[in-house]
């Protein structure tokens, strides 16, 4: 991941451990986990969002070809 992300993230945890505590701040991706393996709608949206990710961003390149020495 981009250093920003990690910067957004950390960021995002040190705001939520001073308003809820450490505690809840690390139930909640447990939380999250949960609630998206025992919803399916949830799967389906996960399972989208991962094949336009690979789509657009990981999709196979044309080889370049040296140019011919003249």
Request: positive net charge.
């Amino acid at each position: 991941m981009p250093r920003c992300a990690w910067i957004l993230i950390g960021s995002l945890f040190l705001i939520l451990n001073q308003t809820i505590g450490t505690a809840a701040t690390l139930a909640i991706p447990f939380q999250i986990l949960a609630w998206t393996v025992h919803t399916p709608a949830a799967l389906v949206m996960i399972a989208s969002l991962a094949g336009w990710h690979l789509l657009n961003y990981h999709a196979p390149r044309r080889r370049r070809t040296a140019p011919a020495h003249p």
